[in-house]
């Protein structure tokens, strides 16, 4: 086990710069889940997420948002808005 | 006499009137006509300079009308002054100055613009004092924000003998506070001026970068007799109509033949100059996408192959394509910018092509800089592109065309999934509902005027060249929209004029729909009333989010219900007919009924009841506990 560390640390340290500062820091409160990848990629850059991260609404409300988004200058598909309405129906859903 | 004598000279009179008048003064018939003899050699002197000069004698009111007309002014916005008591006895013999009473000075100021922005024609703006100014000073601030040639006039109530005596109307040194907003603020030291104060407030605003101007005197100078010269524009024009460096142009050139995706911005300047056909003609050679960011006009047809979309967060890099051009070229965009992030990025080489060299290179570094009248400059750029152009630039541009041909067609297939909102038949309506039920009605050539701040618009395929047109607003003083809707179809009737305007910008400025009602404007209002400002309640919860404002649901500034105001209500009480729609059906039957009002020539407004949504939104939004019913003692 500790060889397989040091070697991962070996791994990091070598790992060149340019790659470094590619590795994006995860978003905060966003857990990883499917739709995750689509919603990062497509929301953040217009906005950042402090406005709607205090949001909670089901996955219907979710898919209208998203909608809204379109009218906005959004180009988003019908399968990318899916995956992101579910992922936001399931991570930011009504509270119980 | 004196009078007499100058209007025949200025030739406001014909001979016979001049004739009739000397004999009704008690001059014989035959010393009459000697005079008109005598008279007769400075007159054809005056007439051979092409009217370009007049002397003209009368009060300082009547030289300031006279140099109004000489500036090509035909239409004169006010409010009530008696302090211009003799300009408006100027007016009486001289129709062909209309004036347009407005109730407020600042829907009177957005009228008086957006009749400028319409027309492309010179008019002017009188208040009453500064206390009439500072209502004025809202619309001051955005036509300075849009670069708009308003002069803006108001005398100072404080007459010349006996000022800084404290006045009801008084302020010292009046002129001066519109200084950090216009072009140019003059007060005439003397009431010979003023013929002279007000050209030079023409010259000032209509030479580019527009803007407005202001000018201003003691009013006793209005009711002063004087004699003064009065001057046509078109001797005080510099016509700064100007062309790029050819050095420059032929960098530009070259850059972006050899580019691999050139990105063009348009903005208005393109609209200003009337070059519209000339940024297609470049685009199309170089095979360019094109794009704008936040301007008062649409300035490329939004239908045309190489456009691809609005940036939705202005900055480029927010466009889904292309997303990394190689080089940018602006065309007469100013550029706004209302975050620290460049619009933009300091990757791509930049090219800005505008008029207004002042705002050029203070955000976004130029690697070629072309100060022009875009028109020109777009005609030599394109002489420039198309000498250096070979065959094989002439292949990668076509290639480049197609591809961005392919993402114009599969953009506007996805714009249009809008319509697939789960909410899209709900009531009261989504806003993107109203914008999209409006955009199937409107007329192929209507004029959309858009000060709906918290509603983007789609759908409408904007196209400048003889399609449909966007007034939107630059600047953020709110209330411009029904006084804009008002000027744009006094200067186009011929025009469907369609306001849209948000419930929060509406009550700014509704008195503009009594100048519809009374000049039979038939313009169609329709008021996205959610009876919330929407705007600042998502921004506040942006900027504090998961706060005490968020966890108790109480915000202090947006709310407008409880009791909601009936725009329709306030509508009719300006005389113009209107109703309340709630749902799409409804808001469809009543843009059927609005559709035949303007045909008979009546205004007609809409109050589309819309949804409150996004974050926070409770159906019975909190307000704050003040209520004075439990102090009160007395039932009075």
Redesign the interface.
């Known amino acids: 086990m500790l060889k397989l560390l040091a070697a991962l640390v070996g791994v990091t340290l070598v790992m060149p710069p340019a790659l470094a500062q590619q590795k994006k820091p995860a978003a905060a409160g966003f857990p990883d889940g499917p739709g995750k990848d689509v919603l990062v990629s497509k929301c953040f850059q217009c906005h950042s997420p402090n406005m709607w991260m205090d949001q909670r609404q089901d996955r219907r409300a979710w898919e209208s948002t998203l909608y809204r988004m379109v009218g906005r200058g959004a180009l988003w598909t019908e399968d990318e808005i899916r995956q992101m309405a579910d992922y936001l129906g399931n991570v930011y859903g009504r509270k119980q | 006499m004196r009078e007499l004598v100058a209007r025949f000279l200025s030739q406001s009179i014909s001979r016979r009137t001049f004739l009739k008048g000397l004999t009704t003064a008690g001059v014989s018939l035959t010393a009459a006509k000697d005079i008109v003899e005598a008279l007769v050699p400075t007159a054809h002197a005056q007439a051979a300079s092409g009217g370009a000069y007049k002397l003209v004698e009368g009060t300082g009111a009547e030289c300031f009308a006279e140099q109004l007309m000489a500036s090509g002014v035909k239409y004169v916005f006010g409010n009530s002054a008696s302090e211009d008591a003799h300009f408006y006895e100027a007016l009486v013999d001289r129709p062909q100055l209309k004036y347009i009473l407005t109730p407020h000075e600042g829907p009177g100021a957005a009228m008086a613009a957006g009749y400028v922005k319409a027309s492309g024609e010179p008019t002017i703006v009188m208040q009453a004092a500064v206390v009439g100014l500072v209502n004025a000073m809202g619309q001051m601030f955005n036509a300075y924000k849009e670069q708009t040639p308003l002069v803006f006039y108001s005398y100072r109530t404080d007459q010349s003998g006996r000022a800084g005596r404290d006045g009801f109307e008084e302020v010292a040194n009046q002129e001066q506070i519109v200084q950090p907003m216009t072009k140019y603020a003059w007060l005439a030291r003397r009431a010979d001026m003023i013929p002279e104060t007000v050209r030079r407030a023409f010259k000032a605003a209509w030479t580019p970068p527009y803007g407005p101007t202001y000018a201003s005197w003691h009013s006793d100078y209005n009711d002063e007799r004087v004699r003064a010269e009065v001057i046509s524009h078109e001797k005080l024009d510099p016509r700064m109509r100007v062309r790029p460096n050819p050095a420059e142009v032929d960098r530009a050139a070259k850059m972006l033949l050899e580019a691999r995706m050139p990105l063009m911005i348009v903005g208005d300047e393109v609209y200003n100059a009337k070059a519209i056909g000339k940024a297609v003609k470049l685009a199309e050679l170089l095979g360019m996408p094109v794009t704008q960011a936040r301007q008062i006009y649409a300035n490329f047809p939004e239908t045309h192959p190489l456009w691809v979309?609005?940036?939705?967060?202005a900055r480029l890099?927010?466009l889904?394509y292309p997303k990394n051009p190689d080089v940018v070229i602006n065309v007469g965009n100013k550029l706004q910018h209302n975050s620290v992030v460049p619009m933009v990025a300091r990757d791509p080489k930049f090219i800005d092509m505008r008029i207004d060299s002042a705002s050029m290179g203070n955000i976004i570094a130029l690697d070629v800089p072309l100060v022009a009248d875009v028109a020109y400059g777009l005609d030599d750029l394109t002489g420039a592109v198309l000498q250096l152009m070979t065959p094989a630039f002439k292949q990668k541009a076509a290639a480049r065309a197609e591809e961005v041909r392919s993402f114009h067609e599969r953009?506007r297939g996805?714009?249009d999934?809008?319509m697939?909102?789960?909410?899209w038949n709900r009531a009261p309506m989504?806003?993107?509902r109203v914008?999209r039920e409006v955009a199937q009605f409107a007329d192929p050539d209507a004029i959309i005027v858009h000060e709906a701040g918290s509603v983007?618009l789609?759908g409408f395929d904007f196209n400048p060249q003889n399609g449909r047109e966007l007034f939107f607003y630059y600047g953020a003083h709110l209330g411009s929209g029904v006084g804009t809707a008002a000027g744009v179809k006094l200067a186009r009737p011929d025009r469907q004029v369609i306001c849209l305007v948000g419930d929060g910008s509406f009550v700014f400025g509704p008195t503009a729909l009594w100048n519809m009602a009374r000049l039979e404007l038939p313009v169609i209002t329709v008021v996205y009333n959610n009876h919330a400002y929407s705007g600042p309640h998502?921004r506040v919860?942006?900027k504090v989010?998961?706060g005490r404002m968020?966890q108790t649901g109480r915000f202090f500034h947006d709310y407008l219900g409880n009791p909601d105001m009936n725009m329709a209500l306030i509508a009719r009480g300006f005389g113009v007919e209107a109703e309340v729609a709630r749902s799409p059906e409804e808001l469809r039957a009543a843009l059927g009924r609005a559709r035949k009002a303007t045909m008979d020539g009546k205004p007609y407004l809409i109050d589309a009841q819309v949804a409150r949504?996004?974050?926070?939104w409770a159906e019975n939004p909190w307000t704050p506990p003040i209520r004075v019913a439990g102090e009160r003692t007395r039932k009075v």
């Not at chain 2, 949504?613 to 926070?616: C, E, L, Q, S």
């Open positions: 979309g609005n940036p939705p967060a890099t927010s889904d953009a996805l714009r999934l809008v697939k909102n789960p909410d989504l806003a993107d914008t983007a789609h998502s919860i942006e989010p998961g968020v949504v996004g974050v926070a």
